[in-house]
């Protein structure tokens, strides 16, 4: 079987190592270009290509679309956006065509002075979304470590989950009580989500998005979320499942990425509107959702375990997020 | 004479009132969340007599916002600057941190604040702390937080800077 080929289409040095060391990661071959017009006619027509582009600035974003609009698709014979893996800086220029623009589903944050230890571990990532259907913690988390999975059957289960971890977390000796806040934090949003916001009916309404967080709510059958976690000894990952799958894509790519770099939320902002997500991915936290239209999306959220809260926010981090039709 | 009494308690969080002839202050701990109800608070404190002129508010202790918590908050500080002279008598690191993504956490005024934490990492024990800090205290004539290294209070290893410059900058700023 032939490997697949990781393409790149970048005029930043950095991206070349970043490239470099997540091909050797992944096992993929590698082919490298500045020219985004070469880079095209690089894509193969077998499905094999991962197309990695660096965005630095809002022309670059205007000619990504332009040269990769037409092969860049759900037809047959067309690359998958999945495959497709933006580079970028969350520059506020170029942001808002960004989110939405339909034709990736991988954003990277460029950490130039960790391009190489980020392209190792991003090579986990690009092996994962491309090759495996669901999100699985011990594909993108190095090991040691295992999954662990709790089911939430009731919307007071999301506290005792939350002091569960948090109480595990203080125990091992090793992660600070800040990053442990912060972890805690993403972990509830992505409950939150998954309680609140998921559940719609058959017409697309949310029926509990407007319900207050204190209001009961029996998580039975269809509305049972199930927790993953795999506390390894680098990397701590969760994922949150719910069995709706209702994901907005554009809506969550535009808020993750807002407010990484825009300052627009203001008072009165309505719940669900994203800001725990942006919040999560704005101190470190990478985010993968993979969403299957009415049946289920898994949202997960990485961080790597730093020495301390300063390296914690300023850690590599990335937004996936794959959507498929049942 | 004070009046202290507590304004919203879960086992969660806790918000205490401590009401003095000059001003109203509000000590809030732990965590922020869904339990956090802004319109019950300010008629607690509408409801005070006398009723205060200036609101200091003291977040030190707060441990974290989720995202409804941080809702209730700004809709919180929004209400309640609306009514009355609101004065940060210490922002903590939890607060801080929405400086740079959540402005509206500190209100459309100018912020008031009395005093700030910087958080500081001990590289010889581990231990983290606060030096709390005046806002005339970080100014181009002084070394810059990052360039400071207080003495750890259990160890006095000299200690690190433990936070992004960029966050409190964003902070700084807005004063």
Redesign the interface.
Known sequence: MLKPMILLASKVAEDRVFAEEAAGAAGFDLVMTDDPQEARTRVLPDGRTILLVGVDNLQDVVDFKSHFGEVIGEGSGKLSPCFVHLIGTCGEEEISEISESNLFANYVLRMPDQAAEAGRYYGRIIHQVSLKKDTELDGIVPPPGQVESVRLNHSSDR?KALDQIQERLKARGDV???VI??I??AI??LL?NAIYDAPSDEGGDQKFRKV???VPIDLTGKHTVELRMFLGADYLAFTVIDSFGSLKRNEVLKHVLR?YEL?K?????Q?GAG??L??TF??GGSLLFVSELGQKTEATVVFRKTG???EF??QFRFISIRTHRA | MSDAKILSQSD?HQIGATLKPDALTLTLQGLI???FNPDAVLQAIDAMSPKPKIVRLDTLTV??????G??AW??F??DLESKYNVVFSIVG??LI??A?????VFG?KKIVAEHFVA?Y?CGGCGQ?FFMKLKPTDVNPLLPALDQRHPGCPKCSTPA?????EE?LIAFLRKL
Do not use: C
Request: aromatic fraction near 8%; glycine fraction near 4%; charged fraction near 35%.
């Open positions: 506290a600070h009580e800040r806040h912060t805690i934090n509830d949003e939150m207050a967080r204190t407010g300052k939320y203001e008072a009165g902002t719940a800001i725990g942006a919040n704005h101190v301390t809260y300063k926010k300023k | 969660r969340n869904e339990d441990e974290r916002f989720n995202s409804v941080l809702r700004a809709i500080i929004r690191e939890a941190e929405q740079d993504i959540f402005p509206a459309r958080p990492l983290r690190d800077f433990d936070t992004d966050t």
